[in-house]
């Protein structure tokens, strides 16, 4: 039942990503890293709020609001925060995400503080750092 | 069971903070939201990476490193993502934040979208949604 539980409750603590084009991040989300549309607005101009599920993690994707200090990566030219995602196959995973449109920041690759990661940027910004630990 | 499988498995997807003054950061997640530390590494120039906990979820903190693309939002004067924290009692931890040295954005209150939330700013300049479904 574990599974079950971990599945449909929510987490304590979820990111929201700002970004410009909402409904084209959803779908890159859904396309890169297999996440599910958990809740879906839309507002009557376009701009969407999403919650979206990765494995047993919640992340919220919503257009920027610059007006409510909400700004996007490309609206501050960087981010502040980047996303750690945690697999069993970095390297699948990685390649998955580059064939939905991600580029590469480095390559998967076993790094010195114990493990195997690689760093990618998506469509709108922000930036991910798929890998697991290496023991 | 699924308590402890919940509480020690480290989730897909944690959310990493870029900051500048680490260790002053740690700290405050510690003080103001009850984060524990779960890995903590100071490079002999005191800088620091840190995970930490809070409820199941994870929380990456760590120096700012522009060169690298990992900005502050004091080094952009503003974030890119927010932390969406879902817990039972969101005016006290509110409260709670605020005595650690938070500032209100909003304060909490019933939401039109079917939440209780409101919205702080930390010492670091991330923003925090702290709220739960009002249904």
Redesign the interface.
Same mark, same amino acid.
């Given at each position: 039942?574990?599974d079950v539980?971990?599945s449909t409750a929510?987490?304590? @603590?979820?990111?929201? @990503?700002?970004v410009r084009q909402g409904k084209k991040a959803v779908d890159f989300y859904k396309a890169a890293f297999g996440a599910t549309v958990l809740s879906y607005?839309e507002s009557p101009d376009g701009e969407v709020v999403a919650e979206m599920r990765?494995?047993?993690?919640?992340?919220?994707v919503a257009d920027e609001s *610059?007006e409510n200090?909400?700004?996007? *990566?490309e609206? @501050?030219?960087?981010?502040?925060?980047?996303?750690? @995602?945690?697999?069993d196959d970095p390297d699948a995973a990685f390649n998955r995400a580059l064939g939905a449109g991600a580029t590469i920041?480095y390559e998967v690759a076993d790094q010195r503080?114990g493990w195997r990661v690689g760093r990618l940027a998506d469509p709108f910004? %922000? %930036?991910w750092?798929i890998g697991k630990?290496l023991s």
């Open positions: 039942m574990a539980v971990e929510r987490p304590t @603590l979820a990111p929201l @990503l700002s607005v990765i494995g047993a993690s919640s992340l919220w *610059p200090k909400n700004f996007s *990566p609206s @501050l030219d960087g981010s502040t925060a980047r996303m750690v @995602l945690v697999v920041v503080y910004g %922000h %930036h750092e630990p």
